[in-house]
């Protein structure tokens, strides 16, 4: 039987990060995405995009430090917060940027308000193919189509 390790210390899906193959798609998207839970992992997978999850809405500062040296050693150096676009998960994407700002790069791949708000109450697992690829177009060219920052 598995120990558990205590909820806050752990990045679910941080062991896959350790293949080459990984890190060659992290660098092509430019991000490491970080999600709230394993299912958000997995569907990332299916897409062929490799992401960490903290099994939770909000980060530790342990989490935000082994994400910073995951970015550094496995990835481009860029942390993407990828939180679902409800309440709780923008509340949670704030306190992430707090911490994860204090040891690695930084930014948004989708908030309630990005890409027109289509993404609003929307959770990760839940993308299509066709939908990632929007927001992996956001990532590469810093245009989205239908979006723009408010006035």
């Known amino acids: 039987m598995p120990i558990p390790t205590p909820r806050g210390s752990e990045l679910y899906g941080a062991h896959a990060l350790q293949s080459q193959q990984a890190a060659e798609q992290l660098r092509a998207i430019g991000v490491l995405p970080l999600v709230e839970g394993p299912n958000d992992v997995i569907r990332l997978s299916l897409l ?26 496995r990835a ?3 942390v993407g917060i990828f ?15 707090g911490f994860i ?8 791949l989708w908030t309630d308000r990005m890409f027109g708000g289509k993404f609003k109450g929307r959770q990760p697992e839940s993308l299509t193919l066709e939908e990632w690829q929007e927001i ?4 590469t060219t810093g245009t989205a189509a239908g979006w723009s920052l408010p006035s």
């Open 76 to 78: 481009c150096g860029t």
């Open 136 to 139: 992996h177009a956001y990532l």
């Open 101 to 108: 700002a204090q040891v690695a790069p930084v930014r948004l």
């Open 83 to 97: 939180l679902d676009a409800d309440e709780e998960g923008l509340n949670g994407m704030r306190q992430c940027l």
């Open 48 to 73: 062929d995009v490799p992401a960490v999850a903290l099994c939770s809405n909000r980060i530790t500062r342990e989490q935000a430090e082994k994400v910073g040296k995951l970015v550094r050693e």
